[in-house]
């Protein structure tokens, strides 16, 4: 049986949290910042949870 390897794609994307759940960056953050405000912005900074929808083939995807 060959070794289960690590989707590199996926690992650069995702990290695991502590309690087992996946971080993900938020969307729409890389360019046309000026008409967004600052708030939105900056709410746009912080880590979102993957939805639970989601997680099983990120954990497909991540094995070890």
């Known amino acids: 049986m060959p ?12 990290k695991k949290t502590g309690t ?3 971080k993900r960056k938020r ?5 046309i ?5 600052p708030k939105r912005i900056r709410k746009l900074r912080r880590p ?4 639970h929808a989601d997680q099983g083939r990120v954990k ?4 070890n």
């Open 3 to 14: 070794k289960m390897r690590t989707q590199r794609a996926a690992a650069k994307r995702f």
């Open 20 to 22: 087992g759940k996946y």
């Open 27 to 31: 969307a729409f953050k890389s360019h």
């Open 33 to 37: 910042l000026t008409k967004k405000t």
């Open 48 to 51: 979102a949870i993957l939805s």
């Open 60 to 63: 497909r995807m991540l094995p």
